[in-house]
């Protein structure tokens, strides 16, 4: 009795898209979706490398095995030191990231169409490994989803979030490449079989007028009722390819920085680049941290084996050393290289006994916000780390951080801390 109530139910979808001959376009097939896939599996291999790159930059737990979560077992995160060079180093890793994932979304939006019918397939299961393949293409697809729309809200400053970006966007990657993991290992050799069944070359001299549905496949992506092509495959595949390529060109330039800022019609922030040193982007001013003009009476406190302070003047005295650096947001857009001039943290170090192995705990002006920092032994000794007083030539202006910011090599923008008040050198 149930058996043949389950069988009935199998065999009579509901209506619409639950039924095969609702999908009718003649362009759906295993070979497009394989295309798409193949371009998406080094994308994806990229976002998920430089991804967890950022994270090890971005952790001020420095040091090896930084997960310090109590009984954390196998599942804990082991990031890598980050490493205080190349200079390039989070320029290069967080711009691809950034930049890549905005390029992805055409090609991710165009190959859940080319795969849309199986959402709706009937019966949702015939099988206990029908049921599991279904459930984890769910992560698989929510995955994706989820960490496009959290990276673009992040990068877009809409924090509207029942959660913290930076742990949500973490875990959710997790979730999403083990479920990726699990689909490539599980669907290669549909996609070798698939590739081999058309010529690219030949699709991209076919024209409209020659455009037939792929033959039917095991997997059903092909309509079993299509209805005439409307557009190409190569018309297809085009646009796809033209909507990540204006992606690219309308918000890399504000990767690059400097006069390659004002292509990025897509970024979030000012584009402008007006006149003098001091003019290159600016994340949060002064006014939005809450800082007033600083005067004479500022002070650098400094705290190692021994403690000392420091006017300006008395910072200005001491040996400067200049470096061309760009500031790299975690949100992909940079200042550009920039010229910075002050006193390497080293020397700092050295001045209140330091020891070679201390982390630096930096501390601003501002309260709360993004307003401490803690830096690697390495990032504090290597030359090009400063505690800049100028930029460019000219003093600091209050919205770059004057009397003193952070600027240290490889690093990302949120660590580079502004109107820094105190400096401890300490092994904690
Ligand atoms: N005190 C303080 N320092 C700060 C920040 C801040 O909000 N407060 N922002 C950081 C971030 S997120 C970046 S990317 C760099 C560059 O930001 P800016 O353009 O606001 O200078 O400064 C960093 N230093
Ligand atoms: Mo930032």
């Known amino acids: 009795m149930l058996g043949r109530w389950v069988r009935w139910v199998a065999e009579n979808p509901p209506p619409g898209p639950f039924r095969a001959r609702f999908w009718r376009s003649p362009l759906r097939g295993p070979w497009l979706t394989s295309v798409l896939s193949v371009a998406l599996l080094p994308g994806i291999t990229l976002m998920f490398l430089t991804g967890l790159a950022s994270y090890a930059a971005y952790d001020p737990n420095l040091a090896r095995g930084n997960d310090t979560t109590p009984d954390k077992g196998l599942l804990g995160s082991w990031l890598p030191t980050w490493p205080a060079g190349p200079w390039w180093l989070y320029w290069v890793t967080q711009g691809v990231h950034v930049t890549l994932g905005l390029v992805l979304i055409p090609i991710v939006l165009a190959k859940l169409w080319s795969v849309l019918p199986k959402l709706f397939e009937w ?13 984890s293409l769910l992560l698989l697809v929510g995955g ?4 496009l729309v959290t990276g673009v809200m992040n990068i877009q400053y809409y924090y509207a979030w029942p959660v913290v970006f930076y742990q949500a966007h973490y875990y959710g990657a997790w979730v999403f490449i083990a479920a990726f993991v699990v689909h490539v290992a599980f669907r290669v050799g549909r996609l070798v079989t698939a590739l081999r069944s058309r010529s690219l070359i030949r699709e991209l001299r076919t024209p409209l007028s020659a455009t037939r549905p792929e033959p039917p496949d095991p997997d059903h992506l092909v309509s079993p009722d299509p209805a005439p092509p409307t557009i190409s495959r190569r018309g297809a595949l085009g646009m796809v390819a033209l909507s990540s390529l204006a992606l690219l060109g309308l ?4 990767t690059i920085g400097g006069r390659a800022r004002s292509t990025a019609l897509l970024a979030p922030r000012g584009r402008e680049l007006g006149m003098g040193p001091n003019d290159f982007q ?19 406190q400094l705290r190692g ?3 000392r302070s420091l006017s300006r003047a008395e910072l200005l ?3 400067q050393h200049t470096a061309r650096l760009p500031i790299a947001c975690v949100e992909g857009w940079s200042t550009g290289i920039q010229t910075w001039t002050g006193v390497p943290l080293a020397d700092l170090a050295d001045l209140v006994g330091a020891a070679r192995t201390d982390r630096l705990f930096v501390e601003s002006l501002q309260r709360g916000g993004f307003s401490t920092a803690t830096l690697s032994p390495g990032q504090v000794r290597t030359p090009d780390a400063l505690l800049a007083l100028q930029v460019n030539g000219a003093d600091l202006s209050l919205d770059h951080g004057f009397p003193a910011r952070i600027v240290v090599p490889a690093l990302p923008g949120v ?10 050198f300490s092994a904690g």
């Open 123 to 135: 019966p949702p299961a015939r099988s206990l490994t029908h049921l599991l393949d279904r459930a």
């Open 282 to 300: 600016v994340n949060k001013t002064a006014a939005m941290a809450g800082i007033v003009p600083v005067d004479d009476s500022w002070r650098l």
């Open 305 to 307: 084996a021994v403690s």
């Open 251 to 254: 918000t890399v330039g504000q």
């Open 317 to 319: 005295a001491l040996p």
């Open 415 to 424: 660590h580079n801390i502004k109107w820094v008040t105190r400096l401890t």
């Open 144 to 147: 994706a989803v989820f960490e």
